[in-house]
T-cell receptor
Framework: AQTVTQSQPEMSVQEAETVTLSCTYD???????LFWYKQPPSRQMILVIR??????QNATENRFSVNFQKAAKSFSLKISDSQLGDTAMYFC????????????FGPGTRLSVLP | GAVVSQHPSRVICKSGTSVKIECRSL??????MFWYRQFPKQSLMLMAT?????????EQGVEKDKFLINHASLTLSTLTVTSAHPEDSSFYIC???????????????????FGPGTRLTVL
C-alpha cells in the first residue's frame, strides 16, 4: 500500500517570500502521478500542480514548482512570491497510473502567509 | 471545464433520519466517482469508489449498509447516510474521474475533480 507523509503540520511565510513544503511517499510502483492540492477556508479542493513520475523534468505552474526526486521518493512544493491568497491547507497526493485509481492523501500542511 | 457540483452544501438533520448527498459532473462524463470524508483539521479519508452501473467498492471500516452509494448515470453519484447519528457529522467530499479515452489516453483522466463538499450536522 502507498503512504504519503507531510512532516510539517504548520508553516508560515512572509508575503512575497518563498516557502517550500515537504512531501515524501512510499510505493513499489514505478509509474504514478503526484499532486499538490490546496484547500482554502472554503474547503474546495484546488489542484495546484501535477507531476508524472516518468517525467524527469520538474513541473512548474507560475509561482508554484516542485522538486521531484524519484529515487528518494520526495516531492516538495515551492511557492515563490507568496501571496495572502496562498493561505490554505496543502495536501500532497499519490495516484497509481492505472485509470480509475483513487488518491492517497498526506495529512496536510497548514500554510499561513503573513502580511 | 471539469466542474463537479455537490448538493446540498450544508444539511442539518435529526438523529435517526437519512440524508442524501448528490455529486454531479457538470461538463464531462465520470465513469468513476469517489467519496471522501474529512474531519476538522484532518486529511481526506476515502470512503468508497463508485463506478457507473456497478456496486461501489468500500474501504475497510466503512459500513456499506450505512453509507449507500448509487452511481446511476455517468454524471451523477449519490451518497445516502442512513439512520444518521451525531458521530456521522462531518464534511463529505466527492470527486470525479473523467472518462477514459482509449484512443487518446493522454486526454484521459490523470487527476480527479473535486466537488465543493457537503457539511453534514446530525443533531
Amino acid at each position: 500500500a502507498q503512504t504519503v507523509t507531510q512532516s510539517q503540520p504548520e508553516m508560515s511565510v512572509q508575503e512575497a517570500e518563498t516557502v517550500t513544503l515537504s512531501c515524501t511517499y512510499d510505493t513499489s510502483e514505478n509509474n504514478y502521478y503526484l499532486f499538490w492540492y490546496k484547500q482554502p477556508p472554503s474547503r474546495q479542493m484546488i489542484l495546484v500542480i501535477r507531476q508524472e513520475a516518468y517525467k524527469q523534468q520538474n513541473a512548474t505552474e507560475n509561482r508554484f514548482s516542485v522538486n521531484f526526486q524519484k529515487a528518494a521518493k520526495s516531492f516538495s512544493l515551492k511557492i515563490s512570491d507568496s501571496q495572502l491568497g496562498d493561505t490554505a491547507m496543502y495536501f500532497c497526493a499519490f495516484m497509481k497510473l492505472n485509470y480509475g485509481q483513487n488518491f492517497v492523501f498526506g495529512p496536510g500542511t497548514r500554510l499561513s502567509v503573513l502580511p | 471545464g471539469a466542474v463537479v457540483s455537490q448538493h446540498p452544501s450544508r444539511v442539518i438533520c435529526k438523529s435517526g433520519t437519512s440524508v442524501k448527498i448528490e455529486c454531479r459532473s457538470l461538463d464531462f462524463q465520470a465513469t468513476t466517482m469517489f467519496w471522501y470524508r474529512q474531519f476538522p483539521k484532518q486529511s481526506l479519508m476515502l470512503m468508497a469508489t463508485s463506478n457507473e452501473g456497478s456496486k461501489a467498492t468500500y474501504e475497510q471500516g466503512v459500513e456499506k449498509d450505512k453509507f449507500l452509494i448509487n452511481h446511476a448515470s455517468l454524471t451523477l453519484s449519490t451518497l445516502t447516510v442512513t439512520s444518521a447519528h451525531p458521530e456521522d457529522s462531518s464534511f463529505y467530499i466527492c470527486s470525479a474521474a473523467r472518462d477514459f479515452n482509449f484512443l487518446r489516453p493522454a486526454f484521459s483522466t490523470d487527476t480527479q475533480y473535486f466537488g465543493p463538499g457537503t457539511r453534514l450536522t446530525v443533531l
